[in-house]
């Protein structure tokens, strides 16, 4: 019976500590500046993400569209934020928009931790939600109005020249041909001369 106990006593204490949070880093946390956006606004996506001095931290380049309906306006950027206590905190950032609404699903952001040539630790940051929505209209106070014809600008007597040119230009040629056929029929040369 006493052993009995102690085993039910070993089992509760392993259970209390299984579920005590330990006081360690978290290495990961991803990060959006906002979850909602108009359509074209634009969103910072990314994590912030503590890494060990020793670590080197690889991210894959991201695709453009990330998802259908979401385009990529620029890869990420790293910043150094603090260094403590053997760690650095990076802050890894996209920015990102959509020109049509609906709910996007983010997907997942790996992370590749290197120490020199090896492979240390992949983490994952999970998928997240964006929301686009659209500029709301007030219907109960919204008036629609006609369209609006073209401007109708005078014109100018630089837009002119160009065709008045053309015209003499034209003119000129024409004449000139005529003089040539009519001398030819005279058998003299183009400027009037008998040959």
Do not use: C, H
């Amino acid at each position: 019976m006493q052993r009995y106990l102690r085993n039910i006593a070993f089992a509760v204490v392993v259970m209390l500590l299984a579920a005590i949070k330990m006081d360690g880093q978290e290495l990961v946390s991803g990060t959006f500046s906002r979850d909602t956006i108009l359509i074209g606004d634009q969103v910072e996506w990314g994590a912030r993400i503590n890494v060990p001095k020793d670590l080197t931290l690889w991210v894959d380049t991201l695709l453009n569209p990330i998802v259908p309906g979401v385009e990529l306006i620029s890869d990420y950027t790293f910043d150094t934020l603090k260094s403590r206590k053997g760690f650095y905190d990076i802050d890894m950032k996209a920015i990102i928009t959509s020109f049509d609404s609906g709910s996007y699903y983010l997907p997942r952001q790996v992370l590749y931790f290197y120490k020199g040539e090896e492979l240390v630790d992949t983490i994952v940051v999970n998928e997240r939600t964006l929301e686009v929505t659209t500029i709301p209209i007030d219907t109960a106070t919204y008036q629609m109005y006609d369209i609006k014809g073209p401007i109708t600008y005078p014109v100018t007597f630089r837009e002119v020249i160009p065709w008045v040119g053309l015209g003499v230009a034209l003119i000129i040629l024409g004449y000139l041909i005529y003089r040539m056929i009519r001398n030819r029929r005279e058998t003299r040369s183009l400027l009037g001369k008998p040959a």
